[in-house]
């Protein structure tokens, strides 16, 4: 099977942190606090990082 990766449509980000809350090993805000961002490109998607897109109120968050 192919690796999959987690991919963030930042102009569609609002900024409302809930990826970060529920995964912060993953995601964290810009300096701004306005955008999300990946920690790590490589990152495992787990369960968590799926909770996190879950919860993504603009659904932002997908898996390529």
Known sequence: MARRFI?????????????????????????????AYLLDSEAEITEKVEEAAAYCAQKCIEFE
């Open 7 to 35: 991919i963030i449509d930042v102009y569609e980000c609002n900024g409302c942190g809930s990826c970060v809350e529920v995964c912060p090993e993953v995601f964290a805000m810009d300096e701004t606090g306005e955008k």
